[in-house]
């Protein structure tokens, strides 16, 4: 069996350390193996193309969370796995994970009152003004007269030397912050990483301090500047179903919402001055927490199920350090069928082949082209996650109880929407460069000759929108691997031509499956580099970090000190 060679190994181990692409401060005591020709090989489009045409048929009616089409899925996803000799790498030696959910609906809901200590009373209304949720487990949830406090952008993190609550106890009261990260300065050029959004900056971290810190609640000011989105895509889905962890989170909120730029300029007002004021104010370091002289009421009646999604979880034992681990994850919900279209006479399958039967396909891809190679050193884990189009919740599970300590798992390589217009000359790591994942990836692409470009729009979040979140959460460098933009043959406004014809006609739609002709080149370039980056770090002991500015460093730091690393 001939052997491709390997990489010089100076300028491979240049890839990590410090979350640069400069010297590694200390040199693994084993070395990547190189990859076998049969290895790639595996690695085509008929491969590729039947698990997403099987996936993305009507038999498994969308594939969504909970639904027999979903445990179609994960039956054929299981099959598929123990075809290729994986064993179930589930807790109970299975390929089975339950993940246990509890959908709420909002039946009924008051005004959000506002009561300042001297002016009129402000009623907010529900969607045209805000949206509200709850943690708790429950069918009724309220806040009576709750005080307020402005939080600014509610942000701890010391890599930065910012703390915006500066010590003041918060608890029992709701929180009044901004999303997004405080701007960067002339002094500062690339404070909270400039024009890229940092977890700091993200509503889900902003809700996780308020937790943390015992408050009764949180309440997120809405721009579209720094939320990215207009205020429609929450308010479009206040009234359905909330779909989360059964468990509630440890210290649970009462309320969750968020307010539009107009509300928050009359809460502004009623506390004496105005939300550009409060933007000024949040974007210093010697910002303190500000109790307003408003309270706030709402009461919501919701309606509760319990339900199981399903993880698919299969690995490869490592040969010599089977107690560490690299995991490739994919997501293989989508969105179900819509009955009443279906009664109708119309085709209301939500099909999802490019999200995420593509990302399935390419894992299992993947899985392939390792079994047919010599068994890395490390464990190898791939795992179909339940539930992301649910807010990620199926990753978020699997980090709560993981099978392989996070602490122990070197990676994360996350394949999610996969690239169905072409091949390209580059390729996109989502997040790549808030770790040393990003030399790394250089190497993999190389091995393809392909170059690594940078997110064209990282204030967008898109690190934070899919399920490498739940281990980077974790401590866990991770990556998205994503389709490049520069197409060979094509135009350059091709890339963008493609992206806004999917955003219109085909995401979460029913348009999502595959059609004649569809391209398949970029989606091979695209797994085989995905296997060559999982494939460095499963047969070395290469290891990764965060860059120290992350907010992500310190619970990796933390993690390994528990397990005594």
Same mark, same amino acid.
């Given at each position: 069996?001939?052997?491709?060679?390997?990489?010089?190994?100076?300028?491979?181990?240049?890839?990590?350390?410090?979350?640069?692409?400069?010297?590694?401060?200390?040199?693994?005591?084993?070395?990547?193996?190189? @990859?076998?020709?049969?290895?790639?090989?595996?690695?085509?489009?008929?491969?590729?193309?039947?698990?997403?045409?099987?996936?993305?048929?009507?038999?498994?009616?969308?594939?969504?969370?909970?639904?027999?089409?979903?445990?179609?899925?994960?039956?054929?996803?299981?099959?598929?796995?123990?075809?290729?000799?994986?064993? &179930?790498?589930?807790?109970?030696?299975?390929?089975?994970?339950?993940?246990?959910?509890?959908?709420?609906?909002?039946?009924?809901?008051?005004?959000?009152?506002?009561?300042?200590?001297?002016?009129?009373?402000?009623?907010?209304?529900?969607?045209?003004?805000?949206?509200?949720?709850?943690?708790?487990?429950?069918?009724?949830?309220?806040?009576?007269?709750?005080?307020?406090?402005?939080?600014?952008?509610?942000?701890?993190?010391?890599?930065?030397?910012?703390?915006?609550?500066?010590?003041?106890?918060?608890?029992?009261?709701?929180?009044?912050?901004?999303?997004?990260?405080?701007?960067?300065?002339?002094?500062?050029?690339?404070?909270?990483?400039?024009?890229?959004?940092?977890?700091?900056?993200?509503?889900?971290?902003?809700?996780?301090?308020?937790?943390?810190?015992?408050?009764?609640?949180?309440?997120?000011?809405?721009?579209?500047?720094?939320?990215?989105?207009?205020?429609?895509?929450?308010?479009?889905?206040?009234?359905?179903?909330?779909?989360?962890?059964?468990?509630?989170?440890?210290?649970?909120?009462?309320?969750?919402?968020?307010?539009?730029?107009?509300?928050?300029?009359?809460?502004?007002?009623?506390? &004496?001055?105005?939300?550009?004021?409060?933007?000024?104010?949040?974007?210093?370091?010697?910002?303190?927490?500000?109790?307003?002289?408003?309270?706030?009421?709402?009461?919501?009646?919701?309606?509760?199920?319990?339900?199981?999604?399903?993880?698919?979880?299969?690995?490869?034992?490592?040969?010599?350090?089977?107690?560490?681990?690299?995991?490739?994850?994919?997501?293989?919900?989508?969105?179900?069928?819509?009955?009443?279209?279906?009664?109708?006479?119309?085709?209301?399958?939500?099909? &999802?082949?490019?999200?995420?039967?593509?990302?399935?396909?390419?894992?299992?891809?993947?899985?392939?082209?390792?079994?047919?190679?010599?068994?890395?050193?490390?464990?190898?884990?791939?795992?179909?996650?339940?539930?992301?189009?649910? #807010?990620?919740?199926?990753?978020?599970?699997?980090?709560?109880?993981?099978?392989?300590?996070?602490?122990?798992?070197?990676?994360?390589?996350?394949?999610?929407?996969?690239?169905?217009?072409?091949?390209?000359?580059?390729?996109? #790591?989502?997040?790549?460069?808030?770790?040393?994942?990003?030399?790394?990836?250089?190497?993999?692409?190389?091995?393809?000759?392909?170059?690594?470009?940078?997110?064209?729009?990282?204030?967008?979040?898109?690190?934070?929108?899919?399920?490498?979140?739940?281990?980077?959460?974790?401590?866990?460098?991770? @990556?998205?691997?994503?389709?490049?933009?520069?197409?060979?043959?094509?135009?350059?406004?091709?890339?963008?031509?493609?992206?806004?014809?999917?955003?219109?006609?085909?995401?979460?739609?029913?348009?999502?499956?595959?059609?004649?002709?569809?391209?398949?080149? &970029?989606?091979?370039?695209?797994?085989?580099?995905?296997?060559?980056?999982?494939?460095?770090?499963?047969?070395?002991?290469?290891?990764?970090?965060?860059?120290?500015?992350?907010?992500?460093?310190?619970?990796?730091?933390?993690?390994?000190?528990?397990?005594?690393?």
């Amino acid at each position: 069996m001939r052997r491709l060679a390997l990489l010089p190994i100076l300028f491979l181990f240049a890839a990590c350390g410090n979350g640069s692409d400069g010297p590694t401060t200390t040199s693994p005591d084993i070395d990547p193996a190189p @990859i076998s020709d049969d290895a790639l090989a595996q690695i085509d489009s008929t491969t590729l193309y039947t698990h997403i045409a099987e996936l993305s048929s009507d038999e498994y009616e969308g594939r969504g969370t909970g639904t027999p089409g979903e445990q179609k899925t994960i039956e054929y996803i299981a099959e598929q796995m123990e075809a290729l000799g994986l064993v &179930g790498g589930a807790e109970d030696g299975s390929f089975f994970q339950a993940v246990p959910l509890r959908g709420s609906t909002i039946t009924q809901i008051t005004p959000l009152t506002l009561t300042p200590e001297n002016g009129e009373v402000v009623e907010l209304a529900f969607v045209d003004d805000f949206i509200a949720s709850t943690d708790l487990d429950a069918s009724a949830a309220s806040i009576e007269s709750a005080e307020l406090v402005f939080v600014g952008y509610g942000i701890t993190n010391p890599g930065y030397d910012w703390d915006d609550f500066k010590g003041v106890d918060v608890t029992g009261k709701i929180l009044v912050g901004l999303v997004n990260d405080p701007p960067a300065t002339e002094d500062e050029p690339d404070l909270f990483q400039a024009d890229t959004l940092t977890y700091n900056g993200r509503w889900t971290y902003k809700q996780e301090e308020a937790r943390r810190r015992g408050a009764l609640g949180v309440l997120l000011i809405h721009t579209e500047p720094t939320a990215s989105y207009p205020f429609t895509v929450l308010s479009n889905s206040a009234r359905g179903e909330d779909i989360n962890l059964q468990e509630e989170p440890e210290g649970a909120l009462e309320f969750k919402g968020w307010i539009t730029e107009q509300a928050a300029e009359q809460l502004a007002g009623m506390a &004496g001055t105005t939300l550009e004021g409060w933007f000024e104010q949040a974007a210093s370091r010697d910002f303190t927490p500000q109790e307003l002289p408003v309270t706030a009421s709402v009461s919501m009646s919701l309606t509760t199920r319990t339900f199981e999604g399903t993880n698919v979880i299969g690995k490869i034992e490592g040969s010599s350090r089977a107690d560490e681990a690299i995991i490739y994850t994919a997501h293989h919900d989508h969105l179900g069928k819509d009955d009443d279209l279906i009664a109708a006479g119309e085709d209301g399958i939500y099909n &999802g082949a490019v999200d995420n039967a593509s990302g399935v396909s390419m894992m299992l891809t993947i899985a392939k082209a390792f079994m047919a190679g010599e068994t890395p050193a490390r464990s190898v884990y791939f795992m179909t996650l339940s539930a992301e189009e649910s #807010g990620l919740l199926g990753s978020k599970h699997y980090a709560l109880y993981p099978v392989m300590p996070l602490a122990k798992t070197i990676a994360n390589v996350n394949v999610d929407s996969g690239n169905l217009n072409g091949a390209t000359e580059d390729i996109v #790591g989502i997040g790549a460069e808030r770790s040393d994942m990003l030399g790394l990836l250089r190497q993999a692409a190389e091995g393809e000759g392909m170059t690594v470009t940078m997110d064209s729009n990282p204030n967008a979040g898109s690190f934070f929108r899919s399920d490498q979140l739940a281990f980077a959460r974790g401590g866990v460098p991770a @990556i998205f691997i994503e389709t490049g933009s520069h197409y060979i043959g094509k135009p350059e406004a091709y890339a963008e031509e493609v992206e806004a014809e999917y955003r219109a006609n085909r995401y979460h739609q029913v348009a999502d499956e595959l059609t004649e002709g569809m391209p398949f080149a &970029g989606l091979v370039q695209q797994t085989r580099v995905a296997f060559r980056l999982g494939h460095m770090l499963a047969t070395s002991s290469l290891r990764p970090e965060w860059k120290p500015s992350e907010a992500f460093a310190q619970t990796r730091a933390e993690s390994e000190a528990a397990a005594g690393m």
